[in-house]
């Protein structure tokens, strides 16, 4: 895709210069949309007695140099241009190392990197030193917005189990792209919960609910490593006072566990399983008569 702008040929006695914009996404606000940096550009490179002969872009993160528009811009300063002008410093780069690289290139190739809001001569040691100062504060902003972003990500997935993909049990997705409570699942974690409290393990829970029906997450078998994540979730959200008014169990140390029940046959209804069967009191098996020794009565 050319995302060059061919705008006039300069005559032989101007110089000639390319211009260069960048935005993150197609709906940036209006202060730095493309349109806005080249209008901007143009009248910058007009009051400086530049020719501009073309306009490169490009359409996303300034975190590195791999982009098409900026090869494009970089090719037509080593050949047809003499300067290249961007609006701002992070809107060549947003990365401290590749923006001095870029400098130091041009310098070494006689030509010019400038910018429209810092009007100072790159080539001095001033100049170099307050873009350079200006670069790290436009990694510094990018690094704090990744930081930012992965921190919410991580305070979602802690509340919801849930940043992206697939959400935990318990909750399901709306049309707006967030998350509720899932009202037959939350029956279910309740009755975990209260197992749990009764000193039931994993493969216990997994294996009663696997017997009666419920239906998982995906539709496929009930296993101890699921019951281990619904039951790591409920402390988590204790621990951190968070979420939709879950609390974890309190866990009963005991070496005696309580083995669960066959609840009988079948039934293919599990909506009736989970809202009428799991009210019903567990009922704790008959403790076995111990061995008969020797024939002894």
Same mark, same amino acid.
């Given at each position: 895709?050319?995302?060059?702008?061919?705008?006039?040929?300069?005559?032989?006695?101007?110089?000639?210069?390319?211009?260069?914009?960048?935005?993150?996404?197609?709906?940036?606000?209006?202060?730095?949309?493309?349109?806005?940096?080249?209008?901007?550009?143009?009248?910058?490179?007009?009051?400086?007695?530049?020719?501009?002969?073309?306009?490169?872009?490009?359409?996303?993160?300034?975190?590195?140099?791999?982009?098409?528009?900026?090869?494009?811009?970089?090719?037509?300063?080593?050949?047809?241009?003499?300067?290249?002008?961007?609006?701002?410093?992070?809107?060549?780069?947003?990365?401290?190392?590749?923006?001095?690289?870029?400098?130091?290139?041009?310098?070494?190739?006689?030509?010019?990197?400038?910018?429209?809001?810092?009007?100072?001569?790159?080539?001095?040691?001033?100049?170099?030193?307050?873009? +350079?100062?200006?670069?790290? &504060?436009?990694?510094?902003?990018?690094?704090?917005?990744? @930081?930012? $972003?992965?921190?919410?990500? !991580? #305070?979602?997935?802690?509340?919801?189990?849930?940043?992206?993909?697939?959400?935990?049990?318990?909750?399901?997705?709306?049309?707006?792209?967030?998350?509720?409570?899932?009202?037959?699942?939350?029956?279910?974690?309740?009755?975990?919960?209260?197992?749990?409290?009764?000193?039931?393990?994993?493969?216990?829970?997994?294996?009663?609910?696997?017997?009666?029906?419920?239906?998982?997450?995906?539709?496929?078998?009930?296993?101890?490593?699921?019951?281990?994540?619904?039951?790591?979730?409920?402390?988590?959200?204790?621990?951190?006072?968070?979420?939709?008014?879950?609390?974890?169990?309190?866990?009963?140390?005991?070496?005696?566990?309580?083995?669960?029940?066959?609840?009988? +046959?079948?039934?293919?209804? &599990?909506?009736?399983?989970?809202?009428?069967?799991?009210? @019903?009191? $567990?009922?704790?098996?008959? !403790? #076995?008569?111990?061995?008969?020794?020797?024939?002894?009565?």
């Amino acid at each position: 895709m050319d995302r060059t702008r061919t705008l006039q040929k300069a005559p032989e006695s101007h110089v000639n210069a390319v211009g260069y914009g960048r935005v993150s996404t197609d709906d940036q606000e209006a202060n730095t949309s493309l349109e806005t940096q080249r209008k901007a550009i143009k009248q910058w490179c007009a009051s400086h007695s530049l020719v501009l002969i073309g306009f490169c872009y490009d359409t996303e993160s300034g975190s590195d140099v791999d982009r098409e528009g900026l090869e494009q811009a970089l090719k037509l300063l080593g050949t047809e241009a003499d300067q290249l002008i961007s609006l701002r410093v992070d809107r060549l780069s947003r990365n401290a190392k590749d923006l001095l690289t870029l400098l130091d290139w041009a310098r070494e190739n006689e030509k010019r990197i400038r910018f429209c809001e810092l009007d100072i001569d790159e080539r001095e040691p001033s100049g170099r030193m307050i873009i +350079a100062i200006t670069g790290a &504060t436009a990694q510094y902003e990018l690094d704090m917005i990744h @930081k930012r $972003t992965d921190e919410g990500r !991580k #305070a979602k997935q802690l509340v919801f189990g849930y940043a992206a993909g697939a959400p935990a049990f318990g909750m399901r997705p709306t049309s707006e792209k967030e998350l509720e409570l899932d009202a037959a699942e939350q029956m279910v974690i309740r009755i975990v919960e209260n197992l749990r409290r009764k000193g039931w393990t994993y493969r216990d829970i997994a294996a009663k609910l696997e017997r009666d029906q419920v239906p998982t997450k995906r539709g496929g078998k009930w296993r101890h490593s699921t019951v281990h994540k619904i039951c790591e979730r409920l402390e988590s959200v204790k621990k951190q006072k968070l979420g939709p008014g879950l609390s974890a169990p309190k866990m009963i140390k005991s070496s005696k566990v309580t083995k669960p029940k066959p609840m009988g +046959a079948k039934n293919n209804d &599990t909506t009736r399983k989970v809202n009428e069967v799991y009210k @019903k009191k $567990t009922v704790k098996p008959k !403790k #076995a008569s111990p061995n008969k020794k020797n024939g002894s009565p």
